[in-house]
């Protein structure tokens, strides 16, 4: 069963990067899936932000890109989420999932997910 | 960009029918997701691909999708079934969600 668990500051300054780490057990994340980031203001819906597959192939929110990195890092088996110039509408609750395939397509769901972390940004 | 829309809040009474709708442009051409999230937990899938459900969901859950709305449909709601229901559509390359539906089974 694949396991998925986010880490990173709680707090971030506006105007600083956000950095989060995703640790996966019980898969590779080398052998296949595309691995995500998706996101939760409190009391709004989520939002998705960026995708990774292990060949470097990734996707990212056309809203946020101009502001989020997403890296993999194989030999420790996580990859992690860089988003720059925070405000305080960044403030949500971060969550790192799995597609259930190797093709990023419509015919794919999220299937496994972290607990998700808060990151609040505030001075 | 692409959005999906869902209405704040549904409320139901137990043994009764929920529907939650999710409309988008032309959404019934894409498939539809359903996401189950309860307070403090992360969301688990309902129905998948408009119609689909994953191997231990309960059969009173299910869905459909024609024209610009996707409906997710449980029968005979119960307590356990209060949470929020996110929508999710693809487009094109780019992941899609809606605003969530608070289910409240009262």
């Known amino acids: 069963q694949v396991q998925l668990q986010e880490s990173g500051p709680g707090l971030v300054k506006p105007s600083e990067t956000l950095s989060l780490t995703c640790a996966v057990s019980?898969?590779?994340?080398?052998?296949?899936?595309?691995w995500v980031w998706i996101r939760q203001p409190p009391g709004k819906g989520m939002e998705w932000i960026a995708s990774i597959y292990h060949s470097g192939s990734t996707y990212y929110n056309p809203s946020l890109k101009s502001r989020v990195t997403i890296s993999m890092d194989t030999s420790k088996n996580q990859f992690s989420l860089k988003l720059t110039s925070v405000t305080a509408a960044d403030t949500a609750v971060y969550y790192c999932?799995?597609?259930?395939?190797?093709?990023?397509?419509?015919?794919?769901?999220?299937?496994?997910w972290g607990q998700g972390t808060l990151v609040t940004v505030s001075s | 960009s692409y959005e999906v829309t869902q209405p704040p809040s549904v409320s139901v009474s137990p043994g009764q029918t929920a529907s939650i709708t999710c409309s988008g442009d032309k959404l019934g051409d894409k498939y539809a997701y359903w996401y189950q999230q309860k307070p403090g937990q992360s969301p688990l899938v309902v129905i998948y691909?408009?119609?689909r459900r994953p191997s231990g969901i309960p059969e009173r859950f299910s869905g459909s999708n024609s024209g610009n709305t996707a409906t997710l449909t449980i029968s005979g709601t119960q307590a356990m079934d209060e949470a929020d229901y996110h929508c999710?559509?693809?487009?094109?390359?780019?992941?899609?969600f809606g605003g969530g539906t608070k289910l409240t089974v009262l």
């Open positions: 019980g898969y590779s994340i080398s052998s296949g899936y595309y």
């Open positions: 999932a799995k597609l259930d395939s190797s093709s990023w397509s419509e015919n794919s769901l999220f299937d496994s």
């Open positions: 691909q408009d119609t």
């Open positions: 999710q559509a693809w487009d094109t390359s780019t992941v899609v």
